[in-house]
């Protein structure tokens, strides 16, 4: 797949340009060559190399959006402007942590809020969710290097379509929780056969997108706990600490960086 992409790359260049473009993709494809490029000493991680030549080398690259893609958490943002925050701030960061099963904190903050369709559609048009430094030039180089972009959140799916269409990601490509309304719009629940509403939701949610669209090398970028499980079937977790930085993701991470800027120059090195 790799060798194909570089004939095709090359394919239209002038002999002198194939030969140089020849001598950085052969000196920099491969784990120890990206890293050695990159490296700045400061790296962190358990796989730093083999998680910069899975970026390398991904058709897909998987996405948490809280405090990742945004720069902060939705759920907390909306119990905020319901005047519920303490109480479920505490509850996310353990969800993240990991102390508190993904599911139960899901159940106890929504039970909390009970947020209707309304009072969502008012707080995203009032205060819109703000994207993180760097990640819309990253997926923009992704898209432009034929790599498919998904969003994976145990965040709501009402709350991150508007994100997605700034991104121009299809939401075809979000798998996030879906709050039920009644007929008028009030809560009564959410649907518990997503894969992101519970512990260990997110492998499973990577498994079915990597099964039906034949993937071959899947990455998952996150700052939580829940994104950390997501390898296997990811290639390799890249734990992200520009918004928060968690140190039971850091230690589980193959590499932990704090800003994408890393990220966007390995994604541009690949050939077209």
Not at 52 to 60: E, R, T
Not at 78 to 98: I, S
């Amino acid at each position: 797949m790799f060798v194909s992409r570089i004939g095709r790359a090359l394919s239209s260049q002038p002999v002198s340009l194939i030969c140089r473009q020849c001598v950085c993709m052969m000196s920099t494809a491969s784990p120890d060559g990206l890293y050695k490029l990159l490296d700045t000493g400061d790296n962190v991680g358990n796989s730093i190399p083999e998680a910069m030549f899975s970026l390398y080398n991904a058709d897909a690259v998987c996405f948490d959006v809280d405090s990742t893609v945004i720069n902060e958490e939705g759920i907390d943002a909306l119990a905020e402007y319901l005047g519920k925050g303490e109480e479920v701030a505490e509850l996310t960061k353990q969800a993240m942590d990991g102390d508190t099963k993904f599911q139960d904190a899901l159940q106890m903050r929504l039970d909390i809020m009970k947020p209707s369709k309304s009072q969502i559609e008012t707080l995203l048009d009032e205060q819109p969710l703000v994207l993180t430094d760097g990640v819309a030039n990253l997926v923009k180089s992704l898209h432009e290097k034929n790599v498919d972009v998904w969003l994976v959140s145990g965040g709501f799916r009402i709350m991150i379509e508007p994100v997605a269409e700034i991104l121009n990601i299809p939401t075809s490509h979000i798998v996030a929780n879906q709050i039920l309304f009644d007929d008028n719009g009030e809560y009564k629940g959410f649907d518990k056969d997503e894969p992101t509403s519970r512990d260990m939701g997110k492998p499973k949610a990577l498994e079915q997108i990597k099964a039906k669209n034949c993937y071959e090398t899947m990455v998952m970028v996150g700052d939580g706990a829940t994104d950390a499980q997501a390898k296997p079937p990811a290639a390799a977790f890249i734990g992200f600490g520009g918004v928060v930085e968690r140190e039971a993701v850091k230690e589980k991470a193959d590499w932990f960086v704090l800003s994408f800027d890393d990220m966007t120059k390995i994604v541009r090195m690949r050939p077209n």
